[in-house]
């Protein structure tokens, strides 16, 4: 599973950079499916990302709001500003990955490495919509292949 979030962090780092091409009014631009936007489609990945993983540490959630990350400057930020402290949990996690956790907002109890594969999932799902997205506007989407990435070297 480590290599997967390893892979989710340089796919996203590498969309990130190809939003740096639009102008962001093409990055907020509402369009069909996801979350809305490029930007908030980026924004929602991180956040879920973090709250979940947060969840499994029973660590107090926060709630960013959107509207303070309508920059691409800004959702760059929230995405490295938390990236050391994803990949210690990750590996903290991966110890005991058949723990169990009652999740509130799911009112279920999962294990947490089941949740961990949820949080990677969840990533790829979008970043399928972001690549269908780039095509819609001309542009050529970041590969997805996991072959020849840093994270498997």
Known sequence: MKILFEY?????????????????EELMKKRTGGVGSILKTMFHIIDVEISWIYAILEKEDFQPEYNDYQELEKVVEFSKMYRDEMREAVLHI??????HLYIPWWNQTFAKGVILRHVIAHEIHHVGQLSVWAREIGTEPVS????NRKCIS
């Open 94 to 99: 991966l110890k005991d990955p058949d723990a």
């Open 8 to 24: 989710n962090w340089e796919v996203r780092d590498e969309w990130l950079e190809w939003c740096k091409k639009l102008s962001p």
């Open 144 to 147: 997805a292949t996991l072959l």
